[in-house]
């Protein structure tokens, strides 16, 4: 579909102008041209006549808002054109990301020197300023990218609002050209008294144009509808690094896709340009409460001042930063459109790719955890580190990031260094966000750690803070909140233990790391297990040095109760071989401190296998001297590979005639 008559050329003019409105140094009396970029050093491959001036300039440094408006003469009044390009966010500038972050802009419009002075500018420029009732003759092009494109929407509505009465004033004058711009719909409806299609019907021109890949041009509609009308285009943006699995070009970054001098001046071909757009509808994020989140990530992705090497850990920071901002219902589609981008440009692997998307990023934001007064924020300082790995940010970037964070969300987020394996760190970022209700969708651990309600930054601190034994710190922390809660730890060490071993398969550890974990940390963790509750018996008098303490007595029963456990466990048909070998052998030390001997006349049925049997104390039989008699000796367990040694002590004259019936006969 070509472009309407006259757009090409206006989109070139315009973008031109929406450029020229980031730059610092007084452009003012200068034609409007390429500027040079001292960042990412890409021009434009087009120029323009010099027919525009700028003839004024400002910035407000109270709110961050900013103009510049060209103009350029003609033979009459009416021939007269003025282009009013509204400047963006601008990354460093913190009253432009934070003042602006309550409103989608509109406080920056609604300022004296916003909507009032571009308005009086515009009317000064009336053939004759002081007849009243009477409008600026010419034509005005509103424009802008970013939010600057947001602010231009606020602009040319509000305009025709408050002009469309006056003498001289045509609809047909007035254009609207935006690029990569929220839509301003939703801040319309929000702080304008509503949004009224109408108003910017039937304009001289308005068009939306986007590049492929772009965030920021989804975000802002009301109930499907965005932009103030007009018809969205599409630049077709794209990396020069191919995907090797469609054979197809990656798309573009959300920071470079987002900006002017990598979005859109490397794909405007010379003599084609914007005629190479194609129509297509945006198709906006279901978010109407985005005020802060659209404000922080036009900061991240529209920064004039960061050089490519720093765009990766400020991305990092935006999406962390945003976590704490918007409505975590919403949160969730924005978050998970980031992955998608950062994915479909070649940024973010498969493996990573699927891990992050595994979760509810809406309910991690809802988390307590994430700012907690007075508390190390190592909840953050580990979803800063797995983004962080994800992305391959270098080791100075890295440390670049958490520098940032401290300074857009709190200086109590410690620095997590990057010293683990990725598999390591998404075991971690699992076994915390296990913790989050609602957050991580089917992980086997929620049913296991959810109900401890753990401490997550202080479980955090555990994982990440120590060292390569962050595993079995972390599996101790874990057993140490259950023992308190009186958990069965015969089944709760195995189904956890289970549960890691699982995840990390789950999340990409190939066989040798599992068998790693399972070599280092969970075997030992289950056998450590069971030596406490071992020593815990009071009869048990082979107690294991430096073993788990349970820090209470057991009896037989207790020593039963968890000998079904570890059975049960073993009746698992689905338990990994390594993992049952582990549970059979602390199910031996558990009945080994509970092996218990009773002695009773006759040759009846092994008492303990009557359920709730609980012998009375210390067992022993009294025999007249030259009456022989049976005794039977009961175990409450089977013997283990090699035998139950028993000691028995025999008093009397005829002590020596003992003899023990055994399959293979009496023994004497």
């Keep these: 579909m070509a472009l309407p008559l006259g757009l090409n050329d206006l989109a070139k003019l315009t973008l031109l102008a929406s450029d020229a409105s980031y730059f610092k140094s007084d452009l003012r009396g200068s034609w409007l041209a390429a500027l040079p970029d001292t960042t990412y050093g890409t021009a434009p491959q087009y120029t323009v006549s010099q027919e525009y001036k700028a003839i004024d300039q400002w910035v407000d440094s109270s709110t961050g808002f900013g103009v510049i408006v060209y103009k350029k003469d003609g033979a009459t009044p009416a021939e007269t054109e003025i282009i009013v390009a509204l400047r963006g966010t601008d990354g460093l500038n913190s009253q432009d990301w934070v003042a602006n972050s309550q ?25 004759d300023p002081s007849t009243p009732g009477t409008a600026f003759e010419g034509t005005i092009h509103f424009t802008g990218q970013s939010l600057g494109g947001g602010l231009a929407q606020y602009a040319a509505y509000e305009y025709v609002q408050s002009h469309q009465g006056l003498t001289d004033f045509s609809k047909a004058n007035i254009t609207l050209t935006t690029f990569n ?24 021109s308005n068009a939306h144009f986007y590049a492929e890949g772009d965030l920021i041009s989804r975000i802002g509609s009301l109930n499907g509808v965005g932009h103030t009308g007009g018809i969205a285009y599409m630049v077709n943006a794209h990396a020069t690094e191919i995907d090797p699995d469609t054979g197809e070009p990656f798309l573009l970054g959300l920071i470079d896709a987002h900006r002017i001098d990598t979005g859109f001046y490397p794909f405007l071909l010379p003599g084609v340009e914007f005629e190479a757009a194609e129509a297509r509808p945006i198709e ?68 990573w790719y699927g891990f992050l998307q595994r979760y509810d990023w809406g309910e991690i934001a809802r988390g307590p955890f994430l700012l907690v007064p007075g508390a190390g924020l190592y909840g953050l300082s580990l979803l800063a580190a797995v983004l962080s790995d994800a992305l391959e940010v270098q080791v100075d970037r890295h440390v670049q990031l958490y520098n940032i964070i401290r300074e857009w969300v709190s200086d109590a987020v410690p620095t997590v260094s990057q010293g683990v394996s990725p598999e390591d760190r998404r075991v971690q970022a699992e076994m915390m966000l296990s ?44 057993r140490e909140r259950a023992n308190t809660l009186d958990h069965n730890l015969a089944t709760f060490s195995t189904r956890l233990t289970s549960a890691i071993a699982d995840i990390a398969v789950d999340t990409g550890a190939g066989p040798a790391i599992v068998q ?121 367990f089977a013997a283990g590979v090699g035998g139950q040694r028993v000691s028995l002590h025999l008093q009397g004259p005829q002590a020596n005639q003992l003899s023990v019936a055994t399959d293979e006969g009496a023994q004497t």
């Excluded at 409103?103 to 420029?125: E, M, P, T």
Aim: avoid cysteine.
């Design 103 to 127: 409103y989608l802009g509109w406080n920056q419009w609604n300022s004296l020197n916003g909507r009032a002075r571009v308005f009086n500018l515009i009317d000064s420029l009336r053939s």
């Design 181 to 204: 711009a929220f839509g301003g719909v939703l801040g319309l409806e929000q702080n304008a008294g509503g949004y009224q299609s109408s108003v910017l019907a039937n304009i001289g």
């Design 516 to 636: 790693d974990y399972v070599d280092t940390a969970l075997l030992p963790f289950v056998r450590d297990t069971a030596q406490g509750i071992g020593n815990a018996v009071t009869e048990f008098v082979q107690d294991v040095a430096g073993a788990f303490d349970l820090r209470r007595a057991l009896n037989l029963a207790d020593i039963q109760l968890i000998d079904q456990a570890y059975a049960a466990e073993l009746n698992d048909p689905r338990l990994a071989s390594s993992a049952r070998t582990a549970i059979e052998e602390a199910q031996q030390i558990v009945q080994q401190a509970g092996q218990t001997v009773v002695i009773q006349p006759g040759v009846g049925a092994n008492p303990f296998h009557t359920p709730g049997y609980v012998p009375g104390g210390p067992s022993s039989a009294t025999l007249e001297e030259r009456l022989g008699e049976i005794f039977r000796l009961s175990l409450p």
């Design 284 to 351: 906006y994020l279901p978010m109407q409460h985005v005020q802060e989140l659209a404000a922080l990530y036009g900061r991240v992705l529209n920064d004039q001042d960061v050089s490519p090497l720093e765009s990766g850990p400020r991305l990092v920071a935006g999406v962390i930063a945003g976590l704490t901002l918007g409505r975590p219902e919403e949160t969730n589609a924005l978050v998970q459109a980031v992955f998608t981008n950062l994915h479909a440009a070649g940024k973010l692997g498969d493996e």
């Design 435 to 478: 913790l989050v209700p609602g957050a991580a969708i089917g992980s086997k651990l929620t049913n296991i750690l959810q109900p401890l309600n753990l401490d997550i930054n202080q479980f955090a601190q555990t994982l990440t803070m120590t060292g390569e034994n962050w595993l079995r710190e972390a599996l101790d922390m874990i």
